[in-house]
Structures are given as C-alpha cells and as structure tokens.
C-alpha cells in the first residue's frame, strides 16, 4: 500500500468508491465501458492517484485508489465523475440524448476508508499504549480479529 509524503505529513489515504449513472442505466458496456476504464485511468494519473483496483461493471464502477494525505475524499470524487463524465460524452454523442440535462453520473457516491488494519487492532492499540500493557495475552487473544463489515453500520 502506498504511503504519501508531503513536508510535514506521512501518511495513508486509501479509499473504496462506488457511484453509479443517473437512473442506474446499464450504459457501461462495449466501448464506452473501455473508454470509461481508459479515462479514469489517465485521471488518477494527472492528479496523482494511485489505482489498486478497478472494476466498471455494467451499472456502477468500482474504485479502490490511494492519494496524498492533503487531498480531499470530495475533490477526488469530483474529478474522478466531472472529467470522466465530460470525456465520455465527447466520445460518445450519444448519451447526450439518454442524459438530456447533461449529468451522467448520479448525485449519490459511497465511498469507505480501506486501512491495512481493523477498527478493532486500532482501539486494542490506542487502549493499551496509552496506559501501558495492562492486559493479559489472554485478553489479547481473545479480540476478534475479523474485519468490521458495512452492514454493521446500518
């Protein structure tokens, strides 16, 4: 995973997003889904992202990309839909008639911290750091050690 250094700040910034097209019309097939790969490619390029993973699916696209710490979640979204969406319809004419009011892209976005580590590996760190190792081995073994999955949060 990809740490970024800026002059007073190393860190990790890696993100999970997911959007979809306005009305969730499958539309990303055949040419315009190798145009859209192609494109969100050469934008995490110029702006210095760093794509681990991509997925453009018929519907909605996966993204799973890392950026300096002095970027914000919102500007990268901003740019991963404004210029995409901008560069498909100039390559494709044709969604302009399926996306008359000329957005491409829903309003709606997910997207999700991704870290090489658990909530829970970070709380047992912070709690027993701060006031010493005061927790037994046992006690240590017996944190669950599973990812923190997003229905819990629903």
């Known amino acids: 995973m990809n740490v970024f250094s800026t ?13 979809k097209p306005k009305y969730a019309y499958h539309i990303l097939v055949g040419d315009v889904k190798s145009e859209c790969v192609n494109v969100l490619r050469e934008i995490a390029k110029k702006y ?12 909605h696209i996966h993204v799973f990309l890392s950026f300096k710490p002095s970027v914000c979640v919102s500007d990268v979204f901003h740019k991963l839909k404004g210029v995409s969406a901008r560069r498909l319809f100039q390559r494709f004419p044709e969604l302009r008639r399926r996306y008359w009011g000329g957005h491409l892209w829903s309003r ?15 709380k047992h760190y912070i709690e027993c750091s701060q006031h010493g190792w005061h927790k037994t081995s046992r006690e240590i073994e017996d944190l669950d050690s599973r990812q923190t999955r997003i229905i819990q949060y629903a």
């Open 108 to 122: 709606g976005k997910f997207f999700r911290s991704v870290g090489s580590t658990t909530d829970k590996a970070v």
């Open 7 to 19: 002059a007073h700040a190393r860190g990790q910034n890696s993100f999970h997003f997911v959007w």
């Open 48 to 59: 210095g992202f760093v794509i681990h993973s991509l997925e453009v699916l018929s519907n």
